[in-house]
């Protein structure tokens, strides 16, 4: 993963700060800054906060930060030594001022910290894709997702808002995604890809307006 280290970050000779793990797991730069750009134009005006539920070494976050879209970014992250690269990473890139970080379990967070400020918050989560199949199967079975199933994740961050974009394997099950559909609009899944290859899919859920 080595070699992609400026699809990752631009700014990797500047001092950005990896763990093992992020080097498979962070979002490249292109790819999140594409997907903030479609979440900030299609998000209900009157959302003004982003909630990143998983937010690693920072990647989503810091393109969520920058986008400009938001009145604040508040990142969720429950590994101790990720969370300091986040912060280091978000200031690299000068958007440290924008972010509230939390450092715990993303689902406690929410319900403890973060409940006032569903009404005017969109939720991205990009889950671990842990699980039999993630790499195998031509289709992935997100009820067997691990940690954290599809149904999981759907019914705790609804306590929330339902306005959700989840970050998922490019081979996720769209028959169980469109089952957890819960208004009458139609979900938006969205492949985003690098060199003309997916690397991830994204599932609007909720209100969100043309992309």
């Not at 990896?18 to 979440?39: L, S």
């Not at 939390?102 to 689902?107: A, L, Q, Y």
């Not at 039999?132 to 994740?153: A, I, K, N």
């Amino acid at each position: 993963y080595y070699h992609q280290r400026y699809d990752l970050f631009s700014k990797y000779d500047e001092g950005i700060l990896m763990t093992d793990a992020a080097w498979y797991g962070v979002t490249p730069e292109p790819v999140a800054n594409k997907v903030a750009q479609h979440i900030s134009s299609a998000a209900p005006i009157s959302k003004a906060i982003l909630i990143d539920c998983f937010a690693g070494v920072g990647g989503n976050t810091i393109a969520f930060a920058r986008s400009g879209r938001w009145k604040r970014v508040y990142a969720i992250e429950q590994d101790e030594a990720i969370i300091c690269c986040g912060k280091h990473n978000a200031k690299l890139y000068g958007v440290d001022q924008k972010i509230s970080w939390f450092h715990g379990d993303c689902f406690e967070i929410i319900k403890n910290d973060l409940a006032p400020l569903g009404q005017y918050s969109v939720l991205f989560a990009s889950p671990p894709w842990g699980g039999p199949g993630y790499r195998t199967d031509s289709v992935f079975d997100l009820t067997t997702m691990q940690p954290y199933s599809l149904e999981q994740l759907l019914e705790s961050f609804r306590r929330l808002t339902r306005d959700i974009v989840l970050f998922l394997p490019r081979t996720s099950n769209l028959h169980q995604l469109a089952k957890e559909n819960d208004t009458s609009k139609r979900i938006k899944a969205i492949h985003y890809c690098m060199e003309g290859a997916s690397k991830a899919m994204c599932v609007y859920y909720g209100l969100f307006g043309a992309l």
